[in-house]
């Protein structure tokens, strides 16, 4: 079935350090790809999008890219500050079937020291 | 202000007994969801209605019942609670035929079955 998968559940850094977070996936059918993130005590909320035409996406000082051939998408974040402590979700979608039928990764806690 | 409430924000049952968890959504979106966050899994996607009708379910179970009285309202009946069923349930929403995919999510409704 359809999956997503992030590797990373935990992630610590000091701020202004790099943020890298690695996600893979396995679908039949053409995804558009997300990024969430959810802070304490509140739902998530869409971060970035990222649609296999463009392949990247930037918000907020965070991008995403996607690489077709190897079924991965990864965000990233030159310079992390303590607000940015949160857990990350890489989700996955089809737009043409059912826009809010999403699958979630399983999150990366990012805690940042400050 | 929060525009899509759930009620109540923590709730404890026994096992056996029911309960209604509450959404409303204030944001003028006609396509309203149910998500359930189990510990130590990922968001996992229940329910999606449009117009107040059900267009998708992804609940194995028929104890769980989605009940649509207005167009921004979608509640979530659970009967014969299990304590498997202990999670966080977020109501979310979007604007259908917006094909964006983003959708808002509530501040959820954390469920404890004893």
């Known amino acids: ?114 | 202000d929060p525009k899509i409430i759930q009620k109540p924000k923590y709730l404890v049952a026994v096992t056996g007994s029911e309960k209604i968890l509450i959404c409303e959504q204030y944001l003028g979106h006609n396509a309203m969801y149910w998500y359930r966050q189990s510990a130590k899994k990922p968001l996992e996607f229940m329910f999606s209605y449009s117009y107040q009708k059900l267009m998708d379910n992804q609940t194995a179970s028929s104890r769980f019942q989605p009940q649509s009285s207005k167009k921004n309202h979608l509640d979530l009946q659970i009967t014969a609670l299990k304590p498997d069923d202990s999670a966080t349930y977020f109501c979310a929403s979007s604007q259908e035929g917006g094909n964006t995919g983003q959708l808002y999510f509530g501040e959820g409704s954390k469920l404890t079955v004893l």
């Not at chain 1, 993130?37 to 996406?57: I, R």
């Not at chain 1, 303590?82 to 979630?104: H, M, P, R, T, W």
Request: contains cysteine.
């Open chain 1, 1 to 114: 079935g359809d999956s997503v998968t992030q590797m990373q559940g935990q992630v610590t850094l000091s701020e202004d350090d790099f943020l890298f977070i690695n996600c893979t996936y396995s679908t039949t059918w053409y995804p558009t790809l997300f990024w969430y993130v959810q802070y304490p005590g509140e739902g998530p909320q869409l971060l970035l999008k990222v649609t296999t035409a463009n392949n990247k996406g930037i918000s907020r000082g965070f991008e995403a890219t996607y690489d077709k051939g190897t079924t991965s998408f990864h965000l990233q974040k030159a310079s992390v500050q303590e607000s940015d402590s949160a857990v990350y979700y890489c989700v996955l979608g089809d737009l043409n079937y059912n826009q809010g039928k999403l699958i979630f990764g399983q999150g990366t806690k990012l805690s940042i020291k400050p």
